[in-house]
């Protein structure tokens, strides 16, 4: 299925993708009492954090992430993204590190958990989050800068 104007989306991998992401909150919610945020769970395996999860389930946390996407990449032969290059990332992923701690939150702990919940603070968070990407996707389409290759 091809959307207009979105040449390379894939809905069907997107809802499943989608599902899936929610299951993994609800059983982490279920099974560790906890809300899957990942910004939160990182910063308890680097220690920068506090949190009931123990260090050892948020690592592996952490290294399930991108080994469940290079098995899903590895069966269904899905194209890796092609960045201009490492700063444009590092810049990125600071700015993302310090929005999620103003926000108190990351965009799978208020996009995903917190609007399940119905969450105010995520709520108004995850407008931001969507708000902000708009903006900075027009921005840079006016100014002709190009992150992916």
Do not use: K, W, Y
């Amino acid at each position: 299925m091809i959307l207009p104007g979105f040449p390379d989306a894939a809905p069907l991998a997107g809802l499943i993708g989608g599902v899936l992401i929610g299951l993994a909150a609800a059983l982490m919610l279920i099974g560790a009492g906890r809300i899957a945020g990942v910004s939160g769970i990182a910063a308890r395996a680097f220690g920068i954090g506090s949190g009931s999860l123990p260090r050892s389930a948020a690592f592996a946390f952490l290294i399930g992430l991108p080994l469940g996407a290079l098995i899903v990449a590895g069966f269904t032969g899905a194209a890796a993204p092609n960045f201009a290059g490492p700063v444009p990332l590092i810049v990125a992923g600071v700015i993302v590190g310090i929005g999620t701690r103003l926000g108190s939150g990351c965009t799978s702990g208020h996009g995903v958990c917190g609007m399940s919940r119905f969450s105010q603070r995520s709520l108004v968070a995850t407008a931001t989050f969507m708000a902000t990407g708009f903006a900075t996707v027009a921005a840079m389409n006016a100014l002709g800068i190009e992150v992916l290759q």
